[in-house]
């Protein structure tokens, strides 16, 4: 039989340690899992306005103009952050071009 050691050790140090063990396991069996996820997330209006800096009213003209693309859950309008994040790009890359 193997020999078996037991320690005492605080209980901060032991969360600490299952914590990053777990972390370990998850990223290794799913590496890409969290970043899929984060993609895909629906934001409210209050969050999007908050991101881009931009007031509601704002954030509604944009919507109106289809500029951005909002998706109505229930009575609620949602925005796709990934769709956020390409617009943003998008629109900054455009601003220094010559006509």
Known sequence: MSQIDLAIIPLS?????LSEVVAKQFSEHFPNKLNEEKSNDFVTRSEVAKKLRISLPTLN????????????????VLYKMEEIDQNFEKVSSEKHRRK
């Open 13 to 17: 140090d032991l969360k600490t340690l």
């Open 61 to 76: 003209t944009l919507t109106k103009n289809n500029v951005l693309k909002s998706y109505r859950i229930g009575r609620r």
